[in-house]
């Protein structure tokens, strides 16, 4: 049984802009292990946001194959793509996208309201994913009553309140400030070492320090891919251990 939770062989996306063919991914080849923390980096126009958006399934490879959890994503139907992305994907984006008419529990709860999870559960797995970002006794708060970390908090409950395979955080430290980037980070490295596989976008490398991993792209094509030594890979520990004990 695979270790991998992604795998992209030859992925290729070409941009058709009327007379002009843009390749935004030049066969792309690559896994991502179970527990990792991953660093993407690159210049604008790199390929790295095409990569996350592929990885997300919010876009389609033009060629090459994505497999997430060994299914092959790549050429699913849109209904089929739409539940992948609410059950085993997580998102945290650079401008949390939480609702202000919506408490900070509520808006926790709102991937599994299409997910037909009931009442009780939902509100039972919104707060334990509050709790487990440090703000348990927020829960009754909307997002205009808590600071901007607060809010990436909040943010990343609700990413992690399905118990996605992969969380995928673009730029999420991109409008806090360093003292609470640095909380967040820190918080991203908890979940890793829970064993949480993590994907992140940054353009900044103090922040990709964080990740045990680093991949850069350039002009489409993955040219650097290295370990961070100074960051213990839970991927490591999970592969060690017997299959019953690893986390879903």
Do not use: W
Request: charged content about 25%.
């Amino acid at each position: 049984m695979t270790n991998d939770v992604v795998r992209v062989e030859e992925l290729r996306k070409v941009y058709d802009l009327g007379e002009v063919q843009v390749e935004a991914l030049c066969g792309v080849t690559l896994s991502i292990r179970r527990g990792e923390f991953v660093a993407v980096m690159g210049a604008s126009g790199s390929g790295k946001s095409t990569f996350m958006n592929i990885l997300g399934c919010l876009d389609r490879p033009t060629s090459g194959r994505y497999l997430l959890e060994a299914k092959d994503v790549s050429t699913m139907a849109r209904d089929e793509l739409a539940s992948i992305r609410n059950t085993r994907i997580g998102f945290v984006f650079q401008g949390f996208n939480l609702l202000h008419r919506m408490s900070a529990v509520q808006n926790v709860e709102l991937p599994m309201l299409y997910g037909d999870v009931p009442k009780t559960e939902r509100r039972k797995r919104a707060v334990e994913s509050l709790t487990a970002v440090g703000l348990g006794e927020r829960q009754g708060h909307h997002p205009n009553q808590l600071s901007g970390g607060q809010q990436q908090r909040v943010a990343i409950a609700r990413a992690l309140v399905n118990r996605p395979a992969i969380l995928l955080a673009d730029e999420p430290t991109g409008n806090l400030d360093s003292r609470t980037s640095v909380e967040i980070l820190e918080l991203f490295q908890r979940l890793h070492r829970d064993g949480a596989t993590i994907v992140m976008v940054t353009h900044e490398p103090d922040i990709a320090e964080y990740c045990s991993r680093q991949i850069h792209f350039r002009d489409g094509e993955l040219v650097d891919d290295r370990s961070n030594p100074r960051v213990r890979d839970a991927a490591a520990d999970l592969a060690a251990m017997p299959p019953p004990h690893r986390r879903a």
